[in-house]
């Protein structure tokens, strides 16, 4: 079973442009397709941003459209999250996600998740 570590959070200002990174123990990661959700306070989880197995497809909300990169380098067993024009409201704890059969990414039905990482951005 692949484990899942996110990095790259923090506190930001609105505008800046920080990437987080997921990186994978375990083999087969080119396996998994990939997906990163966030949760801000009291509210639920909600998707961002999913990639493919082979890193063809990619899919985003559409608050994230056009400011968010999903990427990953499955020789490193890692996925990334490249956030462009930060803004307050995208403030929340950021997780990824793997699975190896789910078929409609945006879901949250991945059977793995990381710990999650914190990106707090002030205005």
């Known amino acids: 079973q692949v484990q899942l570590v996110e990095s790259g959070g923090g506190l930001v200002q609105a505008g800046d442009s920080p990437k987080l990174s997921c990186t994978a123990s375990g083999r087969a990661f080119s396996t998994y397709s990939m997906g990163w959700f966030r949760q801000a306070p009291g509210k639920e989880h909600e998707f961002v941003a999913a990639?493919?197995?082979?890193?063809?497809?990619?899919y985003y909300r559409d608050s994230v459209k056009g400011r968010f990169t999903i990427s990953r380098d499955n020789a490193k067993n890692t996925v990334w999250l490249q956030m462009n024009s930060l803004k307050p409201e995208d403030t929340a704890v950021y997780y990824c996600?793997?699975?190896?059969?789910?078929?409609?990414?945006?879901?949250?039905?991945?059977?793995?998740w990381g710990q999650g990482t914190q990106v707090t951005v002030s205005s």
């Open positions: 990639i493919t197995r082979s890193g063809g497809s990619t």
């Open positions: 996600a793997a699975d190896s059969t789910i078929v409609v990414l945006t879901s949250t039905l991945y059977d793995r």
